[in-house]
């Protein structure tokens, strides 16, 4: 199959993905946020598939790099909960009008982002992991939006751990999304294709994002977490509003 974008395109394309992988090289999410809105723009194919195959890309250099910090023990009650809040999802948006949820879920962020300032937080209990991750995938499949709740669960760990616990549960996630999108026919070439225009993007900015981690790590990383997860919340409420 033809590659469909002339040079113009994919070197924007390339642009915005490369400032995407940065961000959620250095902080651990986020790339969704930034490169979703934009890519569409470009080319609408880009999205869910490609841009899923090249996040688990991202998915697999990040946890190389953290692969010491990994917490397996805490990953696995999140990666459950995910499961149950993806099809629990699926089911509610039968019901429950799409709009409904975001704003719901927008508010919830940002009232979580409110308590993590006010000095609350989360422990990492089994209960809390699986109730975390089934939130996480809830909003994953009503907002495209998975990632705060996750980045706020951890946001008192050390950076390398929050990046390499985010990176194992995103890898998981990742496939069974692309697997999922390959059985009702959504994934093929043309979207493989274009997958694999953006792995240059890709490496370039996980190769960019290791100098920002190194400052974020320096006491800064909470302050970036609460950050992108206020402004992924906004954008979902005003996506909703406007």
């Known amino acids: ?29 986020g790339m ?26 991202l998915n697999i250099l990040v946890s190389f790099r953290e ?21 629990v999802a699926a089911a509610i948006l039968t019901v429950l009008p799409k709009s409904i949820l975001s704003l719901l879920f927008g508010g919830l962020i940002l009232i979580a982002v409110l308590f993590s300032i006010s000095g609350l937080h989360i422990s990492l209990k089994p209960g809390n992991l699986v109730g975390i991750g089934a939130i996480s995938g809830f909003m ?10 996750l980045a706020l669960l951890y ?12 990176a194992g549960i ?9 697997i999922s999108l390959m059985i009702i026919g959504r994934f093929g070439l043309k979207e493989l294709v274009l997958a694999l225009s953006l792995f240059p993007a890709i490496i370039i900015g996980f190769l960019l994002s290791g100098k920002p981690a190194r400052f974020l790590d320096v006491g800064r ?8 997860s206020s402004l992924s919340a906004l954008v979902v409420i005003l996506k909703t509003v406007l």
């Open 1 to 29: 199959m033809a590659f469909t974008l002339n040079l113009a395109e994919w070197l924007l394309a390339t642009l915005i993905t490369t400032a995407g992988a940065a961000l959620q090289g250095a902080v651990g999410f």
């Open 32 to 57: 969704g946020l930034l490169a979703v809105p934009l890519l569409i723009l470009i080319e609408p194919d880009f999205v869910p598939g490609p841009l899923l195959l090249a996040a688990f890309f």
């Open 67 to 87: 692969h010491e910090s990994i917490d397996f023990s805490s990953i696995k009650w999140v990666i459950g909960g995910r499961a149950l809040g993806t099809i």
């Open 140 to 149: 994953a499949t009503t907002t495209a939006v998975g990632g705060p709740p």
């Open 155 to 166: 946001q008192r760990e050390k950076g390398p751990r929050l990046r390499g616990n985010l």
């Open 170 to 178: 995103f890898f998981v996630g990742t496939s069974m999304a692309i």
């Open 221 to 228: 990383i909470r302050i970036a977490v609460l950050a992108i």
